[in-house]
């Protein structure tokens, strides 16, 4: 039982934890742009134009980042 736990111990130290800190970037009226917002928004811009995965990700960032102000000013 013990040898089982240790392994299991190591199994779960084994795998990589990646989670993604939340922020408030920007608030615009009562609207608020979030960390999690921007990374949505890259993502759905990257799965309607192929040619942005090859920008850097800062250029991408800031992509993500005018197009939610835009859409909320809009809004």
């Known amino acids: 039982m013990k040898k089982l736990q240790i392994l299991l111990f190591l199994v779960l130290i084994g795998f990589n934890a990646h989670a993604l800190e939340n922020k408030i970037i920007l608030k615009i009226d009562n609207d608020i742009i979030t960390s999690l917002d921007i990374f949505e928004e890259i993502n759905n ?15 991408i960032y800031q992509i993500g980042l005018n197009s939610l102000i835009n859409y909320k000013i809009k809004k």
Not at 45 to 59: A, D, G, Y
């Open 45 to 59: 811009l990257k799965f309607f134009n192929q040619n942005l995965n090859n920008i850097n990700n800062e250029e």
